[in-house]
């Protein structure tokens, strides 16, 4: 029999709904040259790299009568054709039509009966560029078993690593009976399986009656009597971005910032790189909710998770080396000065960073592969336990990659933008991820609760633009580009980061 899907992800899985699918995401931008890379050679990169990530060929099958969790097992059908899509946008392609592509394939839930994850192969951006969308589901990738797909694609050098030829074979499917006696006996030798699964399965039934009902409170509309059976809660929320509900769809934007930017607000006032991510996000909260003329005072905070990496010392090592925890920190949207509120975040981790267990950037950045695809997945998974117990609005998982180039089958990746998922009644979500000199903002966001993503995007290239304003008086500034979005910079590599590594 294959594995047994853990308590922990079948919990994941039950909160997985149409509103809020729970897949990570990553949009990568490349550079053909003269690689030949196109749909065909991903497709055989992917064949070759597939078996570091045997989980991306198994699906989850279902016990008989919910007699226990469901188990891993081989896909028998299963096809990489089906798993690795075209697509395209109208030449010549701006990034503002590839994240709105981007937008409406991530509002998509996979499909439960095949391997949970996909990637695109998007043509037709300007300079002849193309992208590659990746998305895999939160239990997918534990970082102990399973790391993201991504990771294992990306290669230091244009010249492609050579594979050992792959001679995967699908392992027989488990019978229903052969399911049901070893479901038995795990309920036997394990009790808790069974009471884990029953609340889980209790959970799920009670989510499917709340939607059934609202949509026929939509239906009966003022035929439904106040107050009665069919009658729907207002909503309870006075934040934006915490709304009673989400909606099936989502917006897409992204940031290119400069890595040099943020070492230099970091080196005039002290603190890490993070610091800096998490005051620019501050920044951009402030002047996107002024800009909708909301309420804020002196006082005003956003309350955000921000998952942290800690060395890992415990029986439960993962894969990379690291655990990841959970930290709260009030991003203070109601403070004017943008060094105030940079001098309060690196406050509010001060205490982090004296347990001796964080881990610096340079570390993180240093992990085979393209880890922050990783890293980003398990930030998740640490927002998601954390949403039942901590109260909080934002999740914002930021990740340092490497700081030289990678590439795909010759072809040089040129920039990448995390897609993080949506948690329920969160309607905006922010990764970042540092690469190649430059710091990648990604934002996801409902697309009905908010229809100005696109200047919370700006508002957080304003508040950045502060920030260094603050820290150029007496050195030079890097050239920003164009108002669009722009080269985006990473978390420091530097020990004097410090621990300013958030997966």
């Known amino acids: 029999m294959g594995e ?16 809020s699918p729970l897949h990570n995401a990553t949009l990568e931008i490349f550079d053909p040259g003269e690689s030949g890379f196109d749909h065909e050679r991903l497709v055989a990169l992917i064949g070759d790299r597939i078996t570091f990530v045997p989980r991306y060929r198994q ?41 709105e592509l981007v937008a409406r394939i991530v509002s998509r839930p996979l ?6 994850w996909e990637v695109y192969f998007i043509e037709g951006l300007e300079d002849g560029r193309v992208a590659v969308l990746s998305k895999s589901h939160q239990i997918l990738v534990d970082g102990r078993e399973t790391v ?24 027989p499917r488990p019978t229903n009976p052969g399911l049901v006696a070893d479901a038995v006996r795990d309920t036997l030798t394990e009790p808790s399986t069974l009471l884990v699964n029953s609340r889980v399965l209790g959970q799920s039934v009670a989510r499917r009656t709340l939607g059934v009902r609202r949509r026929l409170t939509a239906l009966a509309g003022p035929l439904a009597p106040l107050g009665g059976p069919l009658a729907v809660q207002p909503p309870v929320s006075e934040s934006p971005i915490t709304p009673a509900a989400l909606s099936q769809q989502r917006r897409v934007t992204g940031v290119r910032t400069s890595l040099a930017d943020h070492r230099r607000v970091r080196e005039v006032h002290g603190g890490t790189v993070n610091d800096v991510v998490l005051a620019t996000v501050a920044g951009g909260l402030r002047n996107w909710l002024m800009a909708r003329d909301q309420r804020i005072g002196p006082q005003s905070k956003v309350r955000a998770l921000v998952p942290m990496s800690v060395i890992d010392d415990e029986l439960e090592a993962t894969s990379l080396g690291t655990q990841i925890q959970g930290h709260l920190v009030d991003l203070p949207v109601g403070e004017a000065s943008p060094v105030v509120r940079l001098h309060q975040v690196s406050y509010s981790f001060k205490a982090h960073g004296e347990t001796g267990r964080a881990v610096a950037a340079n570390r993180l950045a240093g992990i085979a592969g393209f880890a922050p695809t990783t890293f980003h997945a398990l930030g998740t998974r640490v927002a998601l336990d954390e949403l039942g117990t901590r109260r909080f609005q934002l999740t914002v998982t930021n990740v340092p990659g490497p700081q030289f180039p990678l590439y795909a089958a010759g072809a040089r990746m040129v920039a990448t933008y995390p897609v993080p998922p949506l948690l329920p009644r969160h309607a ?46 007496t050195r030079p500034r890097a050239p920003r580009g164009r108002s669009g979005p722009r080269p985006a910079n990473g978390p420091a590599t530097g020990p004097a980061d410090g621990p300013g590594a958030t997966p």
């Open 4 to 19: 047994r899907l853990r308590s922990r992800d079948m919990a994941i899985l039950a909160t997985d709904s149409t509103t």
């Open 428 to 473: 905006l979500g922010i990764g970042v991820t540092s690469y190649d000199g430059n710091v990648y903002y990604g934002v996801t966001g409902d697309r009905d609760a908010i229809d100005d993503l696109d200047i919370f995007a700006q508002c957080l290239r304003d508040a950045l633009d502060e920030l260094v304003d603050t820290a150029s008086d």
């Open 111 to 116: 499909d439960r009966t095949r391997p949970l």
């Open 148 to 171: 993201d797909l991504g990771q294992v694609l990306l290669d230091v050098s244009a010249t492609p690593k050579v594979m050992e030829p792959d001679e995967w074979e699908p392992a």
């Open 59 to 99: 699906r989850l099958l279902t016990v008989p009568g919910h007699l226990s969790t469901p188990v891993w097992s081989d896909d028998l059908r299963f096809d990489l054709a089906y798993h690795v899509r075209r697509s395209a946008i109208p030449r010549p392609g701006t990034l503002e039509q590839l994240l």
